[in-house]
């Protein structure tokens, strides 16, 4: 059963914007955390940013000033403006039934969607 799904991914030139959504279904819809996780080529999976249900917001280092990560309901968002070359990659979305947007969601058990993918060329 699917329960998280990515979309708003493209191929978009370097220094434009992209808007990625992530609908959650079933147990997911309700989770305390919702978190998008990035996982560049040739790389392993990386949190990128996180929202806790009290609002509590989380953002890497790497995206900071340019993402911004937002939730209605049981759907969340994610801007991404000035993208970068090494923006590129699959992101994800990730749920958890705890507040642990400190550590993008994963403190388990973690619900995982199957992935969008922005490419930025330069």
């Known amino acids: 059963q699917v329960q998280l799904v990515e979309s708003g991914g493209g191929s978009v030139q370097a220094g434009g914007s ?5 609908a959650a279904y ?12 990035r996982r560049a080529p040739g790389k392993g999976r990386e949190g990128v940013a996180g ?5 509590t917001i989380v953002y890497a280092d790497s995206v ?28 994800y979305c990730a749920a958890d039934p705890f507040r642990e947007a400190h550590i993008f969601c ?3 058990p973690t619900t ?5 993918q922005v490419t930025v060329a330069s």
């Open 18 to 22: 992209l808007r990625l959504s992530c």
């Open 26 to 37: 079933g147990d997911a819809y309700n989770s305390d955390c919702m978190a998008w996780h």
């Open 51 to 55: 929202i806790n249900s009290d609002g």
């Open 64 to 91: 900071k000033g340019r993402f911004t990560i937002s939730r209605a309901g049981g759907t969340l968002y994610r801007q991404m403006n000035n993208l970068q070359v090494e923006d590129t990659g699959t992101y």
């Open 106 to 108: 994963t403190g388990g």
């Open 112 to 116: 995982w969607g199957l992935g969008t």
